[in-house]
Each structure stands twice: as structure tokens, then as C-alpha cells.
């Protein structure tokens, strides 16, 4: 079970002696004194205790901790005990690695001191260490650098070649001619020198001369044919790798996206793919070729003199050990390189979006060297990778050139000592030498492209191998037409392991009614509504639609009948028509205008020289934030669904725009449930009940004026808003 660490036989034995059962117990990777090493933290039904590797103990009877909690330090953190008398005390510390065990063994601890049943997630946390070598991972359970698994990868990759067998199997056709068409000429020198030059009679020479030039164009012919086919296999996997990760990123939880920058997204999808092309369009087809003439001209060199051969296969286990060696050492690097390339699409990225907040500050020089900095690093690793690489490709070809003049000093004698071997026979050997090399040469350069694309695949199969969200229960119904009634049964919720966001929530939204939700900034409005669109699921606790538990209904058909208009209005590249019929494509024309015509965007559309054609940028751009508003609320309209989200914009906009926004607004929420994040008192009239947030919990339910005569958390609300609004000088929207 997690939360159960194995501790040392000594302090175990001793805790249950002298305090009873340990429930709970967890280890720290830094002992009493920061350093790295062991300390064990241990719960008893009465005590809690830190040990260490020796069997010492301290113990704290709960009773007298008021809570703990933690302190977040520099490159550790720590648990620290909160007594009941003014005294604190840290009780053990730990490296960042750990924090989300400790976050959560911190949260039981206080369930345990306030007499709180206590509750523990089943799921155990991912690895933050490869299990087989240690090495830290770049985030919890992912595939350690050192250790990715090759072969399944190679497997993999193939794997994804298989809707194109026909095409493969002829490449590799083509790979086997190319192979013996090259395997060809030093052949054929044999015979020019041996049956005509030493001969001394020309009439072979056509014939010999002939077949050169037949052989050759037969390696061009296959050549090209390759060449085609591997432009046509590499760029065919790369539009679907690409395809096959956008639509799957799509699927994917939201608590993905939540971790990840959305730069190092984009660099697996356009940078990994990238590489793994480079590999598969150039690397394999080469690593198909020259596998095939390794094996041919060994056996060729083994029929044209066994102990020459001998010679020159002197080189090759440094040739393959050297490589491995180089595999093993690049590997790890080509990650690194990885990930500064991902950060700098991250941070380039953010420069683009963020232009304006840039400017405003006068941030554009820290701007600069941020993104300097990441070219830098990614420079110096790549500079370092490519040095790496240079320096082991030249010794390799000293190696080649060494085992190619041994081969002419034996060959020589031999043919000089009348051992067997002609003279066309020796330039025969020296020939394939060279072919024979060539392909070992081409296994380093190939490891080389082979780890760039290793690491891509891992990367890329990683992403694929994500959950998808699609996790609806075996027995999920659909729900059909909803009603809209929510109900919220003791829900807990947290993102991060052990930081409680909301933390047992009870309410019920009757089907047609609406609310507003209320609460200062990180109060957990949001996250309430996550949680009704089932974006999250629970740790504890249900939401319920129409008396339905959500995972017991299709996640599909039930988000269909959610509309949701948001603070920041997203809109996509495109019409404005487009825009607004983003949640139903299907609608007319007629239907669009209708819609827009309730939101009071009708006007400024048909204003604008395209009208409804009109193509708005990226993100909305080009329209004002009233407009964008409009065409929103406009969306929604047309979408006509049963439960609205309803997340309204805090900025103020001039006193007519607002006004045609509530006007808007009024009409969206007619005949539906509502749950409205509130700014405004006159969406706050109009919901029928409010619901007042306060650190993730329910504080308090009632209409405006229950909760004002309450004199509770909302009328402080209120009394704050009014106060800033005053000193603001602007209209009190609370108070009218
Ligand atoms: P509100 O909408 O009331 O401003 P939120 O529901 O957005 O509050 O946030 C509640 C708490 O959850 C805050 O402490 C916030 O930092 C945290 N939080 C919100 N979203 C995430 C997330 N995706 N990952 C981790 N913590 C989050």
C-alpha cells in the first residue's frame, strides 16, 4: 500500500513497543542533517514519529500538534509540526523529487490530528527514479534515457510500416539489386587485369568493359527507384504520425496539458517526427543496403583468399565496440538536446504570445537573454554532440585505412610469394575492402541518426501511449436529452497528489435554475465547473446530472449538452459564420443570424465588408473583447444547450457595450441551468441562489440579500468590492 515504507527492523520493533501499530509510514531521501541519505516519518494511531537509518526515534503525541504543514525551501522541502503552544519545530526534510508523497502523507497527518476520517488515492505515485539505474526522469514515470527499451522501439516503428508492406517489401527487393549491382565492378576488375591486362590479349575487353557499364546503370536505376520510394514511405509515416498525435492530443485529460508546455508539445509533434523521418527516409534504406553487402562481400573475400580476410577482419570488433561505446555515451546527451530544443520552442513560443505584456513592461532586453540563454544551451550541446560524433567518425576511417594497408602489405606477399592470389585478385580485395568497411563506417553514422530518433520515438510514443480521456465505464449510458439538475455529494477534489482544492463540496442546481458562484480568486469556482464538465474526475465524492453519477453516463453525448461561455472567448482561425457555428455545424444560415441577432452581434457583423465572411485571426484577432464576447454568447445561442457555464468577463467594457452584454446574456440564460462565476450584481439578481466559495469549500448558499442580512463571508465580499470601486471611482456594480 502507499504510504507504507519499508523502514529498518530496529525502528519498527521500537515505535510498535513503545506507540503502538504504525499506520502510516514514509521514507525521505534526506537524513537529519540534509544530507543525502535515509529518515523514515512514521504514524501511530497516538504518535508521530521521525527515525532514522540507526533506530532512533523521536515521537510527538498528536495530541499535542495543532497541524503540520509544509515549508517549500529552495532545492528541498520540509514537515514541519505546529504545536498547539506557540511552538513549531521541523520534523524531517526531503528533495523536491518527493514532494507529492509528502504533500499527501501532510494532508493525512492533519485529518489524523483534527480526528478526520482519513483518505488515501489507491493510484501509487509514478517513479521519479528509473528503477534500474536511478537516474532522475524528466517527470514522474517516464522512460529513463539510459534504459529506453530499443528493441521494442525499432519494433514499434516498423510496425507503423506495415499499412505499406507492398511498398517495403519492394524496397527491400530493390536494396538486395543494389547490393549485388555494387558487389559487381571489383569483380569485374579482376578479370580486366588478370584476362586482359596480364593476358595481354583485348578480346575481352568489350565484353568486361560492357558489363561495368551495364552494372552501373543498374545500381542508378535502383538507386533512384529507392530514392522515390523512400521520399513517398518517410513523408507518408510522417503525415500520419503527425495526424495520429494531433487527433490523439485531443483526447487526452486535461491534467496532460496541465504539466506540459505547450512548446514542448509542438516540438514532439513537428521536431521528434522531424527527426524520425531523417532516419527512416535516409537511415534505413541504407541500413537495409549495406547490411546486405556486408554479408555478400564476406562471403566473396572469404572464397577469394580465407587468410586475407582474416587480416581484415582485424578492425572490426573496435569498429563495433567503439561504436557501442559511442551509443552508450551520446545516447543520454541527444535527450538533453531534446529538451532545450523543446524549451526554446516553449520559450520562443511565449515571446510570440506574450509580445504585448513584453512591451508594456519594457521586458524586451530579459526577453532577449532568456531566449539567448536556451540558444545557448542548446548550442553547447549541440556543439559538444557534433564534436563527439566528427571526432569518432575519423578515427574510424584511421582504423579502416590501417586495416586497408595491411591488406596491401599481406596481399602483396602473397601474391609475390605465389600463395594462390592473382594480382586482379588483390585489386578485386582491396575493392570490396572499401565496400566491406563502407557499411561499418555506416552503422556509427546510423547509431548517430538512430539515437536522434530513438529518443524522438520514445518521445513520440509516449505521447501515444498517454490514456486517452475516453474512459467511460463499461455500463455508461447515454444520457439523451438532459434536464440539467446538478447535484455535488461530498466532493473532494485536488490536482496535484495531496493539495486538496476543494475539499467536500454539497449543493444541488435544480434542473432550469440558475446560480452564480462566488468567491475570492483561487476560491475553487473554476474547478467546480472542471468538475461539472468532467474534465476531472473526483477523488471522492460524485457529481451527479439528473440524479446520474457522470461516469455512469457517455462523456461524449453529455459534453454535447454543455455550452460554455467563457471570460476569454476562444475563437479559432476563421469565419465569423464558422465561429459561431463551431458547436453545431450543422445549423443554417437563417438559424446563425437568429442567434447572432439575440446577442447583439448582428449589427457590428454585417457592419464589417465581409459580413459573416468575415476572417477573424487567430484567437480572435481583429475583433474587440466586446465582440468577441458577443460572438460567443452568439455561439452558445445556437448551441442551445441544457446547462450553460457561464464564466463572465471581469474587464469593463463602455456602458453601452455592457449593457448590450446583459442584454445578451439575459436571453442565453433563459430555460436552462445556469452556473454563472459572477462579477456582476445583475447577473447576481438574477440567479435565484448564490454559491459562496472560501479555500475550496461551500461557506454559504442563498439569495443576495439572505446572504447581506448573513453579514458572512459574501457580504465582506461585497463590503470589499464596493470599497475598491469606490477608491476606482467607478460605477458599484454590487450595490445598485
Ligand atoms: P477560482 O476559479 O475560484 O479563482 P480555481 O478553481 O481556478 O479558483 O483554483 C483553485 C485552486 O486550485 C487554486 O489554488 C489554484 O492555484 C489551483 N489550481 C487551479 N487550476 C490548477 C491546475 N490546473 N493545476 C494545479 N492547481 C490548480
Same mark, same amino acid.
Given at each position: 500500500?502507499?504510504?507504507?515504507?519499508?523502514?529498518? /527492523?530496529?525502528?519498527?520493533?521500537?515505535?510498535?513497543?513503545?506507540?503502538?501499530?504504525?499506520?502510516?509510514?514514509?521514507?525521505?531521501?534526506?537524513?537529519?542533517?540534509?544530507?543525502?541519505?535515509?529518515?523514515?516519518?512514521?504514524?501511530?494511531?497516538?504518535?508521530?514519529?521521525?527515525?532514522? #537509518?540507526?533506530?532512533?526515534?523521536?515521537?510527538?503525541?498528536?495530541?499535542?500538534?495543532?497541524?503540520?504543514?509544509?515549508?517549500?525551501?529552495?532545492?528541498?522541502?520540509? $514537515?514541519?509540526?505546529?504545536?498547539?503552544?506557540?511552538?513549531? #519545530?521541523?520534523?524531517?526534510?526531503?528533495?523536491?523529487?518527493?514532494?507529492? /508523497?509528502?504533500?499527501?502523507?501532510?494532508?493525512?497527518?492533519?485529518?489524523?490530528?483534527?480526528?478526520? @476520517?482519513?483518505?488515501?488515492?489507491?493510484?501509487?505515485?509514478?517513479?521519479?527514479?528509473?528503477?534500474?539505474?536511478?537516474?532522475?526522469?524528466?517527470?514522474?514515470?517516464? *522512460?529513463?534515457p539510459?534504459?529506453?527499451?530499443?528493441?521494442?522501439?525499432?519494433?514499434? %516503428?516498423?510496425?507503423?510500416?506495415?499499412?505499406?508492406?507492398?511498398?517495403?517489401?519492394?524496397?527491400?527487393?530493390?536494396?538486395?539489386?543494389?547490393?549485388?549491382?555494387?558487389?559487381?565492378?571489383?569483380?569485374?576488375?579482376?578479370?580486366?587485369?588478370?584476362?586482359?591486362?596480364?593476358?595481354?590479349?583485348?578480346?575481352?575487353?568489350?565484353?568486361?568493359?560492357?558489363?561495368?557499364?551495364?552494372?552501373?546503370?543498374?545500381?542508378?536505376?535502383?538507386?533512384?527507384?529507392?530514392?522515390?520510394?523512400?521520399?513517398?514511405?518517410?513523408?507518408? $509515416?510522417?503525415?500520419? &504520425?503527425?495526424?495520429?498525435?494531433?487527433? *490523439?492530443?485531443?483526447? $487526452?485529460?486535461?491534467?496532460?496539458?496541465?504539466?506540459?508546455?505547450?512548446?514542448? +508539445?509542438?516540438?514532439?509533434?513537428?521536431?521528434? !517526427?522531424?527527426?524520425? *523521418?531523417?532516419?527512416?527516409?535516409?537511415? +534505413?534504406?541504407?541500413?537495409?543496403?549495406?547490411?546486405?553487402?556486408?554479408?555478400?562481400?564476406?562471403?566473396?573475400?572469404?572464397?577469394?583468399?580465407?587468410?586475407?580476410?582474416?587480416?581484415?577482419? &582485424?578492425?572490426?570488433?573496435?569498429?563495433?565496440?567503439?561504436?557501442?561505446?559511442?551509443?552508450?555515451h551520446v545516447h543520454p546527451a541527444r535527450f538533453r538536446y531534446h529538451?532545450?530544443?523543446?524549451?526554446?520552442?516553449?520559450?520562443?513560443?511565449?515571446?510570440?504570445?506574450?509580445?504585448?505584456?513584453?512591451?508594456?513592461?519594457?521586458?524586451?532586453?530579459?526577453?532577449?537573454?532568456?531566449?539567448?540563454?536556451?540558444?545557448?544551451?542548446?548550442?553547447?550541446i549541440g556543439?559538444n554532440l557534433?564534436?563527439t560524433f566528427?571526432?569518432?567518425?575519423?578515427?574510424?576511417?584511421?582504423?579502416?585505412?590501417?586495416?586497408?594497408?595491411?591488406?596491401?602489405?599481406?596481399?602483396?606477399?602473397?601474391?609475390?610469394?605465389?600463395?594462390?592470389?592473382?594480382?586482379?585478385?588483390?585489386?578485386?580485395?582491396?575493392?570490396?575492402?572499401?565496400?566491406?568497411?563502407?557499411? $561499418?563506417?555506416?552503422?556509427?553514422?546510423?547509431?548517430?541518426?538512430?539515437t536522434?530518433?530513438?529518443a524522438?520515438?520514445?518521445?513520440?510514443?509516449?505521447?501515444?501511449?498517454?490514456?486517452?480521456?475516453?474512459?467511460?465505464?463499461?455500463?455508461?449510458?447515454?444520457?439523451?436529452?438532459?434536464?440539467?439538475?446538478?447535484?455535488?455529494?461530498?466532493? *473532494?477534489?485536488?490536482?496535484?497528489?495531496?493539495? @486538496?482544492?476543494?475539499?467536500?463540496?454539497?449543493?444541488?442546481?435544480?434542473?432550469?435554475?440558475?446560480?452564480? +458562484?462566488?468567491?475570492?480568486?483561487?476560491?475553487?469556482?473554476?474547478?467546480?465547473?472542471?468538475?461539472?464538465?468532467?474534465?476531472?474526475?473526483?477523488?471522492?465524492?460524485?457529481?451527479?446530472?439528473?440524479?446520474?453519477?457522470?461516469?455512469?453516463?457517455?462523456?461524449?453525448?453529455?459534453?454535447?449538452?454543455?455550452?460554455?461561455?467563457?471570460?476569454?472567448?476562444?475563437?479559432?482561425?476563421?469565419?465569423?459564420?464558422?465561429?459561431?457555428?463551431?458547436?453545431?455545424?450543422?445549423?443554417?444560415?437563417? @438559424?446563425?443570424?437568429?442567434?447572432?441577432?439575440?446577442?447583439?452581434?448582428?449589427?457590428?457583423?454585417?457592419?464589417?465588408?465581409?459580413?459573416?465572411?468575415?476572417?477573424?485571426?487567430?484567437?480572435?484577432?481583429?475583433?474587440?473583447?466586446?465582440?468577441?464576447?458577443?460572438?460567443?454568447?452568439?455561439?452558445?445561442? %445556437?448551441?442551445?444547450?441544457?446547462?450553460?457555464?457561464?464564466?463572465?468577463?471581469?474587464?469593463?467594457?463602455?456602458?453601452?457595450?455592457?449593457?448590450?452584454?446583459?442584454?445578451?446574456?439575459?436571453?442565453?440564460?433563459?430555460?436552462?441551468?445556469?452556473?454563472?462565476?459572477?462579477?456582476?450584481?445583475?447577473?447576481?439578481?438574477?440567479?435565484?441562489?448564490?454559491?459562496?466559495?472560501? #479555500?475550496?469549500?461551500?461557506?454559504?448558499?442563498?439569495?443576495?440579500?439572505?446572504?447581506?442580512?448573513?453579514?458572512?463571508?459574501?457580504?465582506?465580499?461585497?463590503?470589499?468590492?464596493? #470599497? =475598491? =470601486?469606490?477608491?476606482?471611482?467607478?460605477?458599484? !456594480?454590487?450595490? @445598485?
Open positions: 500500500m502507499f504510504l507504507s515504507s519499508p523502514m529498518p /527492523e530496529k525502528t519498527t520493533d521500537r515505535l510498535q513497543r513503545e506507540f503502538g501499530q504504525v499506520r502510516y509510514s514514509l521514507s525521505s531521501d534526506l537524513d537529519g542533517k540534509g544530507a543525502f541519505g535515509p529518515s523514515y516519518l512514521a504514524a501511530t494511531d497516538t504518535h508521530l514519529a521521525v527515525g532514522d #537509518e540507526a533506530g532512533n526515534i523521536r515521537a510527538i503525541a498528536m495530541k499535542e500538534l495543532s497541524s503540520v504543514r509544509i515549508d517549500e525551501l529552495f532545492a528541498s522541502a520540509r $514537515l514541519v509540526a505546529v504545536y498547539k503552544g506557540p511552538k513549531e #519545530e521541523q520534523l524531517i526534510s526531503y528533495t523536491k523529487a518527493r514532494v507529492p /508523497e509528502f504533500a499527501l502523507f501532510c494532508r493525512v497527518l492533519n485529518d489524523i490530528i483534527k480526528g478526520k @476520517e482519513v483518505f488515501i488515492p489507491d493510484e501509487t505515485p509514478k517513479a521519479a527514479f528509473c528503477p534500474s539505474c536511478q537516474t532522475p526522469l524528466r517527470e514522474r514515470g517516464a *522512460h529513463c539510459r534504459c529506453v527499451p530499443r528493441l521494442k522501439i525499432i519494433t514499434r %516503428l516498423l510496425s507503423l510500416l506495415r499499412p505499406h508492406r507492398n511498398k517495403v517489401l519492394l524496397l527491400i527487393f530493390l536494396s538486395a539489386l543494389n547490393a549485388l549491382t555494387r558487389m559487381g565492378p571489383p569483380w569485374v576488375t579482376k578479370h580486366i587485369v588478370d584476362d586482359v591486362i596480364r593476358a595481354t590479349s583485348l578480346v575481352h575487353l568489350p565484353f568486361w568493359a560492357g558489363l561495368m557499364v551495364g552494372l552501373t546503370v543498374l545500381a542508378l536505376f535502383c538507386d533512384i527507384s529507392m530514392g522515390f520510394l523512400n521520399a513517398w514511405l518517410g513523408g507518408i $509515416l510522417v503525415r500520419d &504520425l503527425r495526424s495520429k498525435l494531433h487527433s *490523439h492530443l485531443q483526447e $487526452l485529460r486535461l491534467e496532460y496539458f496541465d504539466k506540459r508546455d505547450s512548446g514542448e +508539445l509542438v516540438a514532439r509533434i513537428m521536431h521528434d !517526427v522531424a527527426f524520425l *523521418h531523417h532516419f527512416l527516409i535516409d537511415g +534505413l534504406p541504407f541500413l537495409l543496403l549495406n547490411s546486405a553487402m556486408f554479408i555478400g562481400i564476406a562471403f566473396v573475400l572469404l572464397s577469394l583468399d580465407p587468410w586475407l580476410t582474416l587480416i581484415v577482419l &582485424l578492425p572490426v570488433p573496435f569498429l563495433l565496440f567503439g561504436g557501442r561505446w559511442f551509443y552508450e529538451a532545450a530544443f523543446s524549451r526554446l520552442f516553449t520559450v520562443l513560443s511565449e515571446s510570440i504570445r506574450g509580445v504585448k505584456a513584453v512591451k508594456v513592461c519594457s521586458r524586451e532586453q530579459r526577453r532577449k537573454k532568456v531566449f539567448d540563454d536556451c540558444c545557448h544551451s542548446a548550442f553547447e556543439v557534433e564534436q566528427m571526432g569518432f567518425t575519423r578515427v574510424t576511417m584511421f582504423i579502416m585505412s590501417l586495416g586497408v594497408t595491411a591488406c596491401w602489405y599481406v596481399g602483396a606477399s602473397r601474391v609475390v610469394g605465389g600463395a594462390g592470389l592473382t594480382l586482379g585478385g588483390l585489386m578485386a580485395f582491396v575493392g570490396y575492402i572499401w565496400l566491406f568497411y563502407g557499411p $561499418l563506417q555506416w552503422f556509427t553514422v546510423i547509431l548517430n541518426w538512430g536522434q530518433a530513438m524522438g520515438a520514445e518521445r513520440v510514443f509516449s505521447l501515444l501511449d498517454e490514456k486517452p480521456e475516453i474512459y467511460d465505464e463499461e455500463d455508461a449510458i447515454d444520457p439523451g436529452t438532459i434536464k440539467g439538475a446538478i447535484t455535488f455529494k461530498d466532493v *473532494h477534489f485536488s490536482y496535484e497528489r495531496g493539495k @486538496e482544492v476543494i475539499k467536500g463540496a454539497n449543493f444541488n442546481v435544480k434542473a432550469g435554475e440558475m446560480v452564480g +458562484l462566488v468567491g475570492k480568486s483561487g476560491a475553487g469556482k473554476s474547478t467546480l465547473i472542471n468538475l461539472v464538465c468532467r474534465f476531472y474526475d473526483p477523488d471522492s465524492g460524485s457529481v451527479s446530472i439528473d440524479g446520474k453519477e457522470l461516469p455512469k453516463l457517455k462523456l461524449s453525448p453529455f459534453r454535447r449538452q454543455i455550452g460554455v461561455v467563457l471570460q476569454e472567448p476562444v475563437l479559432f482561425q476563421g469565419t465569423i459564420l464558422d465561429n459561431i457555428r463551431f458547436a453545431r455545424p450543422e445549423a443554417t444560415f437563417a @438559424e446563425v443570424v437568429r442567434a447572432a441577432r439575440a446577442a447583439h452581434a448582428h449589427e457590428f457583423i454585417v457592419a464589417k465588408e465581409d459580413g459573416y465572411d468575415t476572417l477573424i485571426g487567430e484567437r480572435g484577432k481583429g475583433l474587440s473583447g466586446g465582440e468577441k464576447q458577443r460572438i460567443s454568447i452568439a455561439r452558445a445561442i %445556437l448551441h442551445d444547450p441544457p446547462i450553460l457555464i457561464l464564466d463572465e468577463a471581469t474587464s469593463s467594457v463602455d456602458v453601452e457595450t455592457e449593457k448590450k452584454l446583459q442584454e445578451a446574456t439575459a436571453r442565453l440564460v433563459k430555460d436552462r441551468t445556469v452556473i454563472a462565476i459572477a462579477h456582476r450584481l445583475s447577473t447576481l439578481r438574477n440567479a435565484s441562489r448564490l454559491i459562496v466559495m472560501e #479555500e475550496g469549500e461551500v461557506a454559504e448558499i442563498g439569495t443576495h440579500e439572505e446572504l447581506m442580512e448573513k453579514d458572512g463571508v459574501y457580504a465582506k465580499l461585497v463590503k470589499i468590492q464596493r #470599497e =475598491n =470601486n469606490k477608491l476606482r471611482g467607478e460605477r458599484e !456594480v454590487w450595490s @445598485e
